[in-house]
């Protein structure tokens, strides 16, 4: 995976905005540093790249909350 596959345009698919998407990306991460194990197959070693692509896959997804009326 480089920096540009996927692109950011192609993971805003999955988040409202940009950081939403960073936010997202970055708390699965980290629960894959804990010790999570990866939702997808993959030979890659590094989290980070790790969640990137499980966000790709359609795997991570945000739910906006409610706004209150």
Excluded at 19 to 25: H, K, N, P, S
Excluded at 29 to 37: D, F, N, T
Excluded at 50 to 65: M, Q, R, W
Aim: glycine fraction near 2%.
């Amino acid at each position: 995976m480089s920096i540009t596959n996927p692109s950011v345009v192609d993971l805003l698919q999955h988040a409202d905005c940009r950081y939403t998407l960073v936010v997202d990306v970055a708390k699965r991460a980290r629960q894959i540093v804990s010790g999570s194990s990866p939702m997808i197959i993959t030979k890659e070693k590094k989290p980070l790249v790790i969640a990137i692509d499980e966000v790709d896959s359609g795997l991570i997804t945000y739910l906006k909350p409610p706004e209150d009326d």
